[in-house]
């Protein structure tokens, strides 16, 4: 069982990347996926949590990527994916994704709020914005 994550990179402000979340030995299925980013020094925070099994509060996106990032998933290729645009340096951060094999009714806002809820989670990817 593993999360793979990738796309990270060096880009400058107002670029854009897409991360990928690659699973393996389970299928994402429809359960809820998280996004979260690190930097050295600051807590863990969640920036885009989606629960397809629930309705529009299923996706939650942090305040200051709403509008910039899209999380979404395909199933067929067992990948989820956080598309961001507009790129600030503060968004330079370590992300990773993380996955809860289990089916509940939480909204995106939950999830983003208690990481400890997801059972797997990669290993991260550097993404740097710098000019």
């Known amino acids: 069982v593993q999360l793979q994550a990738s796309g990270g990179g060096l880009v400058q402000p107002g670029g854009s990347l897409r991360l990928s979340c690659a699973a393996s030995?389970?299928?994402?299925?429809?359960?809820?996926i998280g996004w979260f980013r690190q930097v050295p020094g600051k807590e863990r925070e969640g920036v885009s949590c989606?629960?397809?099994?629930?309705?529009?509060?299923?996706?939650y996106y942090e305040d200051s990527v709403k509008g910039r990032f899209t999380v979404s998933r395909d199933n067929a290729k067992n990948t989820a994916y956080l598309q961001m645009n507009n790129l600030k340096p503060e968004d330079t951060a370590v992300y990773y994704c993380?996955?809860?094999?289990?089916?509940?009714?939480?909204?995106?806002?939950?999830?983003?709020?208690?990481?400890?809820?997801?059972?797997?989670r990669g290993q991260g990817t550097q993404v740097t914005v710098s000019s």
């Open positions: 993380a996955v809860h094999v289990k089916r509940t009714d939480y909204s995106g806002f939950f999830y983003c709020l208690r990481p400890y809820l997801f059972d797997y």
């Open positions: 989606i629960n397809s099994a629930v309705g529009v509060d299923g996706t």
């Open positions: 030995g389970f299928t994402l299925d429809d359960y809820a």
